[in-house]
């Protein structure tokens, strides 16, 4: 395998978490809702998933455990914030908080237990091609899944009766729910969806991209998913772009450390975060088109009763 493949693969696992939680927040956005708990359900998910893992033998239970367990995180954010009404912010953060010390919490049996990763896929005659095949056809099976993911959410959103309503609901609750819609219903849904796809984030760290459990192995990612989307501007494919392009950040990072690069590799570390940091202020300064992509709604609580 050449370099430019190789260093393309490494690019594409390194951005895949983000892909996971950046359009799962993506879609909890175009509800209305402002979900800053991704770091804790990423964490959760990852925890849960390695455990499950661990306990059965098979990754792909971890896989689902792991949605399971950001889907259940998000449940209770959804349930504090449009059931009881409660602010969004504060209670995303609590969430995050409460994901990172519960993770740490259940993860302390498992910090040295050794599981069997979820493996390359090898398609005969395919992946044997010269460098179209490596490039194309030897991914892990969750990389082809985010791309699919992708799909699905462009086509989902911008398609299909349901994603307009989603949007609508995002755009304008009051006549949304004016007009018939469960809103809150949806926006439900919505959560539940980014949650568990947080979890999926998490779940590929600790089974795929580093399979093992170590505290706090997000690293930040769930911060960098939620900065992600705004960079964005709210568009799925933007929302890949950028998680590719912090993937290649990220391993610009580990390919410096690698060649001996004479700075302190607490700075290499910062990298990503300071990449992170300079987008969003370059996007911050054209407050129009943040305007224009943003639901209208987003992170305002909803009465039904008005």
């Not at 889907?71 to 209770?76: D, E, F, I, N």
């Not at 056809?137 to 349901?162: D, E, H, K, M």
Request: hydrophobic share 55%.
């Amino acid at each position: 395998m050449d370099t430019f493949t190789q260093l393309v693969l490494l690019t594409l696992a390194a951005g895949t978490p983000l892909v996971y939680a950046a359009l799962g927040e993506l879609v909890t956005e175009k509800s209305g809702v402002l979900n800053l708990g991704v770091e804790g359900m990423m964490l959760v998910g990852a925890v849960v998933a390695f455990i499950a893992a661990a306990g059965t033998s098979s990754p792909w239970v971890g896989v689902l455990a792991g949605m399971a367990a950001g889907a259940a995180l998000a449940l209770v954010f959804a349930v504090v914030t449009l059931t009881l009404q409660a602010n969004q912010v504060a209670s995303g953060l609590a969430l995050s908080l409460f994901g990172v010390g519960l993770s740490a919490f259940i993860g302390l049996d498992y910090v040295s237990v050794v599981i069997e990763p979820i493996k390359a896929v090898h398609l005969p005659v395919l992946s044997d091609l010269p460098l179209v095949g490596p490039l194309l056809f030897g991914w892990n099976p969750l990389v082809y899944l985010s791309i699919l993911l992708f799909v699905a959410i462009q086509w989902f959103l911008f398609r299909t009766r349901a994603g307009l309503v989603l949007r609508a609901v995002g755009e304008s609750p009051q006549s949304a729910h004016a007009i018939g819609y469960p809103v809150i219903l949806i926006r439900y849904l919505a959560v539940l969806f980014g949650g568990a796809c947080a979890g999926l984030g998490g779940a590929y760290l600790s089974l795929v991209y580093n399979p093992s459990w170590v505290e706090g192995m997000t690293a930040g990612r769930g911060w960098i998913a939620l900065a992600l989307v705004v960079f964005a501007t709210w568009k799925p494919w933007r929302v890949l772009a950028g998680a590719y392009l912090f993937g290649g950040v990220t391993l610009a990072q580990f390919q410096a450390q690698a060649l001996g690069v004479e700075i302190p590799a607490q700075y290499l570390s910062m990298l990503p975060y300071v990449a992170t940091i300079v987008v969003l202020a370059i996007i911050s300064r054209d407050a129009t088109t943040i305007r224009l992509n943003a639901p209208a709604s987003l992170g305002r609580p909803f009465h039904p009763d008005g």
